[in-house]
């Protein structure tokens, strides 16, 4: 028998801006690598954002703004290797973009259609926030973009040592404006 979890509250989410805080804020990066043996992980700095809550809420929308050239891992060189021009070219793509166009309830969380620009390139994603907390100084949001296909943004260097589907885990603290 399966346990219906319902979608997170957004209760007490009051219509409005609300900035994102960098400071407080990450996207975390995982894909596979050398020919799938291996798993990396990495972080972004997000350099800014705005989530606007509607009334309705399925009127929500949010967007933000990380530095490519933000990529670390627990690895210079691969940090190094992932920000060339092979890659995240980031001297030519300095930013990676998500702006959402609609918000839908789902039986277990909430479901933001949207798109991603990376390296010129821009590609639908869906995001799937699956908590929502209230804290003290703001509203914490949890949520993943998961099999993203780096070749859909013209990502297509070091086949093999690179994998080329990725997930992307949010962990995003939001203030009032």
């Given amino acids: 028998?399966?346990?219906?979890?319902?979608?997170?509250?957004?209760?007490?989410?009051?219509?409005?801006?609300?900035?994102?805080?960098?400071?407080?804020?990450?996207?975390?990066?995982s894909s596979k690598h050398m020919f799938g043996l291996g798993t990396v992980h990495a972080v972004f700095?997000?350099?800014?954002g705005e989530l606007r809550v509607g009334d309705p809420l399925t009127a929500s929308s949010v967007t933000v703004t990380v530095a490519a050239a933000s990529f670390?891992?627990?690895?210079?060189?691969?940090d190094k290797d992932v920000r060339s021009a092979g890659l995240l070219n980031v001297d030519t793509y300095p930013d990676i973009t998500f702006a959402?166009?609609?918000?839908?309830?789902?039986?277990?969380?909430?479901?933001?259609?949207?798109?991603?620009?990376?390296?010129?390139?821009?590609?639908?994603?869906?995001?799937?926030?699956?908590?929502?907390?209230?804290?003290p100084d703001g509203i914490r949001v949890h949520g993943q973009a998961?099999?993203?296909?780096?070749?859909?943004?013209?990502?297509?260097?070091?086949?093999?040592m690179v994998g080329r589907y990725f997930d992307l885990d949010l962990d995003v603290l939001a203030t009032a404006r």
Avoid: C
């Fill in 45 to 48: 700095s997000i350099q800014e």
């Fill in 146 to 160: 998961q099999h993203l296909d780096r070749t859909t943004f013209g990502i297509t260097g070091s086949r093999g």
């Fill in 1 to 29: 028998m399966t346990e219906h979890t319902p979608a997170p509250s957004i209760e007490g989410l009051s219509p409005g801006r609300y900035r994102l805080e960098p400071t407080q804020s990450q996207v975390r990066y």
């Fill in 100 to 135: 959402s166009h609609s918000l839908q309830p789902t039986s277990d969380g909430w479901l933001v259609h949207g798109a991603v620009t990376a390296h010129g390139q821009t590609v639908p994603v869906d995001v799937r926030i699956d908590r929502l907390t209230h804290e």
């Fill in 72 to 78: 670390t891992s627990n690895s210079a060189k691969r």
